[in-house]
């Protein structure tokens, strides 16, 4: 590397596969490692002696799709605008792919510039979030006037806009609201309880209806953009730069979809609530406000049924069994349970 490059490997990722079996089996079934490359076992590493548990691994560098295809044309397609806020939010990876030994490690690599953070799960600030809610907005706008302009309907290497895990989906909500029994007992929320339990019933119906109904707004979505996947750094002036790693769970979809996520995951629900319509002014910007709202909203069903699933998985967390029950109250007010079968 040019000694006179700004860049250096100053962000590392190396991630075990979750030791859950069942996690462990969605990762692997669904690959999603390879929506980033199209490396894996039979290309990904070279051993040698030394390294992680006596061995070291050459990372060859697999032809990664999200970040050589997709993400590149998107910061050509916005450069010959004027623009280079997508660029500004991405990193190069350097190698993801899925190993062998020493056990079985989804691993990347990014170049990075340095004095990047990530933070701890439900503790975005205020400021910090401005500024993830304003690069997922361009990122929403550039990849949705890309896809109209060249009239892409599809990406091979993106995720399906399909449950193929029913099963397992209804699985992990009935496991998320074993979590939650007592929390809704001592709230006299049994009326709930039912209700809950009817949406694990309904949870792939509802979530491939809303994946594959043709949204109003169809952009690039990161899929998995939350505290944890962001890299912050404070500028001089007091603003936060963003940068966006992770993107195996990519897909096409509705705006609502990432920006929903990101408050989800990112902040308590009580704070998330107080936010909301800054957030949204903030994409009114791009998109029509109204219409955005209406997807917003019908949304929150589809974010419950990720929080329910994710809470035997996210319980390390303090308050994610409250915030969960602050949104299934939510949702159940806004009438979007009504009518489960």
């Not at 020493?102 to 979030?129: C, H, M």
């Not at 209700?195 to 690039?220: E, I, T």
């Not at 406000?289 to 390390?316: H, I, N, P």
Request: hydrophobic letters at 40%; a neutral charge; aromatic letters at 8%.
């Amino acid at each position: 590397m040019s000694g006179a490059s700004q860049e250096v490997i100053d962000h590392v990722v190396v991630k075990l596969l979750p030791e859950d079996p069942q996690m462990r089996r969605l990762v692997v079934n669904h690959r999603m490692f390879q929506c980033e490359t199209t490396g894996g076992r039979d290309r990904g590493a070279v051993c040698r002696d030394g390294g992680w548990g006596g061995r070291s691994y050459e990372l060859l560098a697999p032809v990664a799709q999200v970040y050589r295809d997709l993400l590149p044309k998107l910061c050509r397609f916005e450069a010959a605008h004027g623009s280079r806020h997508v660029r500004e939010l991405t990193v190069p990876c350097l190698y993801a792919g899925l190993l062998q030994a020493p056990d079985y490690a989804i691993v990347l690599e990014n170049v990075q510039k340095r004095g990047f953070r990530t933070i701890k799960s439900l503790q975005l600030r205020k400021p910090q979030l401005n500024a993830a809610v304003r690069s997922l907005a361009q990122l929403a706008a550039t990849s949705h006037v890309w896809l109209q302009e060249t009239c892409t309907e599809d990406l091979p290497y993106l995720q399906d806009n399909t449950i193929t895990d029913g099963p397992q989906l209804a699985d992990f909500i009935r496991m998320g609201l074993e979590r939650l029994s007592a929390p809704l007992e001592l709230g006299s929320h049994l009326r709930l309880r039912q209700r809950l339990l009817q949406l694990q019933l309904s949870s792939v119906r509802l979530l491939d209806a809303f994946l594959q109904r043709l949204p109003a707004f169809r952009v690039l979505c990161h899929g998995d953009f939350r505290d944890g996947n962001l890299l912050l750094r404070e500028t001089p002036d007091g603003d936060w730069q963003v940068r966006a790693v992770d993107w195996q769970t990519s897909r096409l979809g509705s705006p609502a979809l990432d920006l929903l996520y990101l408050l989800l995951f990112s902040l308590p629900r009580r704070e998330m609530a107080d936010l909301e319509e800054d957030v949204l002014a903030a994409y009114g910007r791009h998109f029509n406000r109204k219409l955005l709202r209406a997807d917003f909203t019908a949304a929150k069903l589809v974010g419950l049924v990720w929080c329910l699933s994710a809470v035997q998985f996210w319980e390390r967390v303090p308050g994610w069994a409250e915030h969960t029950l602050d949104l299934a109250l939510e949702v159940d007010r806004l009438g979007l349970l009504d009518g489960l079968q």
